[in-house]
């Protein structure tokens, strides 16, 4: 008998052993991501949280492989709770401006829009991910430098008081747009915006067009209708949105230190701490903070149906 004839009959069986058993044909799919995740992500957030428990010591600089508080005793400090508490409040802004812009362009998107004209609006939001992060970052520099092009716009429209005026303000301002909040703020938001729109386009293409005809015909004026009937069923995609860009303004370390001054956010403290300093222990427990912050934000997200958007 040939190799090829003997592996027929074995083949067979396989296949039939498979098909009588659907969980053991759907345990060997999902097997390799399942051993990926395992290890390769939860086992390097493991090793993390682990990092975060050992310590520096202070004659030797060396880190102390022992179970200890005493790093979380260092994270614990009013400096630190600054950077924790700036770089929530950043997040926080850039979603909540996120989602005031992306939901009216989102409702046209789904709503008003012709088929050509849908197709534009995903190309001009889907565009600015096809180029370089870095690029894209470097570009608004110059464009918020003191010498770029929205100085200029705001000279030729007689608006440099405004501009002036923006910048005065205390703890957000700054000597030019890219040495200050302001400007870390709009890149944050350029940046992330199309991570809003998507899953607000994906909700509101899934509420029936007969429940606002149904609406209209009980007497609810368009404002109601929208205020009782769409926003209620497309909330989940704006929650959806946040977690993106909440998240990714939590974590990101490149903008502010590009846009923006030298007072730190949590990246930029994670990056140094590793980095410069060495305090590798110290550079976990801050990134304990994140993930803590993040966990409890997708508990609350899920309970306004954020995934079923995703």
């Excluded at 759907?26 to 395992?38: K, N, Q, R, T």
């Excluded at 950077?83 to 989602?99: G, K, N, P, S």
């Excluded at 703020?185 to 992330?192: A, C, E, G, T």
Aim: hydrophobic content about 55%.
């Amino acid at each position: 008998m040939s190799a090829a004839a003997a592996r027929g009959p074995l083949v067979h069986r396989i296949s039939s052993a498979l098909y009588l058993h659907p969980r053991l044909f759907l345990l060997l799919l999902l097997a390799p991501p399942l051993i990926w995740l395992g290890i390769i992500y939860l086992g390097s957030l493991f090793a993390l949280l682990l990092q975060s428990f050992f310590y520096i010591d202070d004659f030797s600089g060396n880190i102390i492989r022992e179970f200890s508080m005493a790093t979380y005793g260092q994270l614990l400090t009013i400096a630190n709770a600054d950077v924790f508490i700036r770089t929530a409040t950043m997040a926080a802004a850039v979603t909540i401006a996120a989602a005031l812009i992306a939901f009216p362009i989102a409702y046209y998107m789904v709503r008003h829009a012709s088929m050509r004209m849908k197709a534009l609006l995903y190309l001009a939001v889907m565009l600015p991910l096809w180029s370089s992060y870095l690029v894209r970052v470097y570009a608004w520099k110059l464009i918020l430098a003191k010498e770029g092009i929205v100085p200029w716009f705001a000279q030729q429209l007689h608006l440099t008081w405004l501009l002036d005026a923006a910048l005065s303000i205390p703890v957000i301002g700054g000597p030019s747009l890219s040495t200050s909040y302001i400007g870390s703020f709009l890149v944050f938001l350029y940046i992330w915006l199309p991570f809003m729109i998507l899953p607000i386009v994906a909700a509101l293409e899934r509420v029936p067009a007969s429940l606002t005809e149904a609406s209209a015909d009980l007497g609810a004026t368009p404002r109601e209708t929208f205020r009782k009937v769409i926003l209620p069923l497309a909330f989940p995609g704006v929650v959806a949105g946040s977690i993106f860009t909440f998240s990714l303004t939590l974590g990101d370390y490149i903008i502010p230190g590009i846009i923006g001054n030298s007072r730190p956010f949590i990246g930029q403290a994670v990056y140094q701490l590793q980095g410069t300093a060495g305090n590798i222990p110290l550079a976990a427990a801050f990134t304990v903070v994140p993930v803590v912050i993040m966990a409890i934000y997708l508990l609350v997200a899920r309970r306004y149906g954020a995934f079923d958007a995703l």
